[in-house]
């Protein structure tokens, strides 16, 4: 997989997500991908610990173990992700937790 930095999640309203990521040796450059889910959808992993942005970076963290991130789509729905995957919930918690709340209500980042 390429190496890239930390993706930066910009929130667009409406349980929408900008994810901007920039593999370090992509000759096509950054990579943007939308992020969308339904409340339910986000409330089934989201918590007073960790923030909605948290669960989007982590989806993606869980994402760019399956592929490299050009080749992820411009919009990923959040409720596709855990309807293709079996063992995404689990993933996905086992990232929030071993991020950890932040000061700022974030999690962690993870390198």
């Known amino acids: 997989m390429t190496p890239q930095a930390q993706p930066q999640v910009e929130d667009l309203g409406d349980h929408r ?20 889910a339904r409340p339910a959808v ?11 942005t948290a669960v989007v ?4 963290a869980y994402l ?3 592929q490299n991130p050009e080749d992820l789509p411009a919009q990923v ?4 992700v855990a309807a293709a995957y079996d063992d995404f919930p689990a993933e996905l ?3 929030l937790d ?4 932040t ?9």
């Open 17 to 36: 997500y900008q994810v901007h990521l920039d593999p370090h040796d992509s000759a096509d450059g950054p990579v943007e991908v939308v992020i969308q």
């Open 42 to 52: 986000l409330a089934r992993f989201a918590s007073d610990r960790c923030s909605e």
């Open 57 to 60: 970076a982590g989806t993606v």
């Open 64 to 66: 760019l173990t399956h």
């Open 77 to 80: 729905d959040l409720e596709d």
């Open 93 to 95: 918690r086992r990232w």
């Open 98 to 101: 071993s991020s950890g709340p």
């Open 103 to 111: 000061p700022s209500g974030e999690g962690r980042s993870h390198s």
